[in-house]
């Protein structure tokens, strides 16, 4: 088996590259964009071709939902037109991908957790991008595995909302954080793990799937569990409503809800999908 992993810099890629080799008998090729420019076709094929790749595990995406509102080019060529050319490529080669996709192609007007068989409907730039890149795959690569996750962090990247909370908290600065946005955190490394036991599984199951930790919290929930894991219980941390967050004003109207349904990927692959409260725990212990 020869795997590669696109977008290997970012959370999940970090994390694949280390639960990966111990997981997995294969030969793994981590790329990120200056070694592998998924929008290049050309490129995607020979890269593919050339090492005889097996499988595909896509972590490349465009992730800043901001700016994707303003540079909505580049966020589409990497979450659409990348996507396409690895499904061509995979099925020009026989490859079989794992695409990492998102809880911003729904909505979030619903009320109970959402299934792969749901109505998608983005409302942002970004989520209309991913849902794209999940079309295209679907219709030109259908043997693949898409997988939506939401509120990624891991303890590998500054910029997550984890390290972010711990950073402005030991500062003592006052936080304001949303509490009317609710979902499921989901550790990077749980997300790698259950790619690690798909890749390894005999019999592959095509097909759109969700993946988060268990458990339910509001974004200000999950700060006030950030801080008082991290021994910072004094830290004030302020419950304000998405509407009235004018000091991070923002254009994209993000999901109130984006609770996951995961009983899919548990039954078919037999994944776990440890409460988003323990591996928070794991992952603060080591910041």
């Known amino acids: 088996m020869n795997v590669l992993i696109t977008g290997s810099n970012g959370q999940l890629g970090a994390a694949l590259r280390q639960v990966l080799p111990q997981s ?40 800043n939902v901001d700016r ?13 037109e990348g996507v396409k050319s690895l499904a061509l490529a995979a099925d020009n080669y026989g490859a079989k991908i794992i695409h990492i996709s998102t809880d911003y192609v729904f909505d979030g007007h619903n009320f109970k957790p959402y299934t792969e068989s749901d109505k ?3 409302s942002s730039h970004y989520g209309a991008t991913k849902r794209a890149g999940e079309t295209a795959l679907l219709a030109l ?19 997550n909302f984890v390290s972010k909370i711990l950073r402005n908290a030991r500062k003592g600065e006052k936080l304001k954080v949303v509490d009317d ?28 799937y969700h993946y988060c930790n268990s458990g339910v919290c509001s974004r200000y929930d999950f700060a006030k569990a950030i801080t008082y894991l991290a021994g910072l219980e004094n830290a004030e941390i302020q419950p304000i409503s998405t509407d009235t967050n004018f000091s991070n004003f923002s254009a994209v109207v993000r999901p109130h809800f984006s609770v996951l ?15 988003w409260f323990d591996s928070l725990r794991l992952c603060v212990k080591g910041m």
């Open 24 to 63: 997995l008998e294969a030969t793994l090729f981590f790329v990120d964009h200056s070694e592998l420019d998924i929008t290049n076709s050309e490129l995607v094929g020979r890269f593919i071709a050339n090492n005889d790749i097996s499988h595909i595990v896509n972590c490349a995406a465009y992730t």
């Open 68 to 80: 994707a509102e303003e540079d909505k080019a580049a966020c589409t060529a990497v979450n659409s």
């Open 120 to 122: 998608v409907n983005p």
């Open 141 to 159: 690569a259908p043997e693949s595995v898409i997988i939506r996750t939401s509120w990624l962090y891991s303890p590998d990247r500054e910029n």
């Open 181 to 208: 946005q609710i979902g499921s955190p989901t550790n990077a490394y749980d997300l790698a793990r259950a790619i690690a036991k798909i890749l390894a599984t005999p019999q592959w199951f095509p097909g759109v």
């Open 261 to 275: 349904d995961t009983s899919k990927i548990r039954l078919t692959y037999g994944v776990e999908t440890p409460h």
